[in-house]
């Protein structure tokens, strides 16, 4: 059974930082590609970014050079560093597994 679990998510102000970290169990983990996506109030759902099995990275347009994601194979878990943090980027953030299977979410809240 496939579990995965978000958490480092909460409530800061404008240009500060978080570190989101997704544990999975019951997959391969090492061998997934790992993805983040957030969905904002009244809004669809939109990729982050993006890690594969050997490390290549894929980030939206609206978070390079603010966000990295990374993973540690040996936790199975897949993290996402986020500094400079704007207003926009509050949203529900969840992780996905390339098996299309999503985590619960974590709420990242951005005050100005």
Same mark, same amino acid.
């Given at each position: 059974? !496939?579990?995965?679990?978000? /958490? @480092?998510?909460?409530l800061v102000?404008?240009? @500060?930082?978080?570190?989101?970290?997704?544990?999975?169990?019951?997959?391969?983990?090492?061998?997934?590609? =790992?993805?983040?996506?957030?969905?904002?109030?009244?809004k669809q759902?939109?990729?982050v970014a993006?890690?594969?099995? *050997?490390?290549?990275?894929?980030?939206?347009?609206?978070?390079?050079?603010?966000?990295?994601? /990374?993973?540690?194979?040996?936790?199975?878990?897949?993290?996402?560093? =986020?500094? !400079?943090?704007?207003?926009?980027?509050? *949203?529900?953030?969840?992780?996905? &597994? /390339?098996?299309?299977?999503?985590?619960?979410? &974590?709420? !990242?809240? !951005?005050?100005?």
């Amino acid at each position: 059974q !496939v579990q995965l679990v978000e /958490s @480092g998510g909460g409530l800061v102000q404008a240009g @500060g930082s978080l570190r989101l970290s997704c544990a999975a169990s019951g997959i391969i983990f090492r061998i997934n590609t =790992m993805g983040w996506y957030r969905q904002a109030p009244g809004k669809q759902r939109e990729l982050v970014a993006t890690i594969t099995s *050997a490390g290549s990275t894929n980030y939206a347009d609206s978070v390079k050079g603010r966000f990295t994601i /990374s993973r540690d194979n040996a936790k199975n878990t897949v993290f996402l560093q =986020m500094n !400079v943090l704007k207003p926009d980027d509050t *949203a529900v953030y969840y992780c996905k &597994t /390339s098996t299309n299977h999503w985590g619960p979410g &974590t709420q !990242v809240t !951005v005050s100005s």
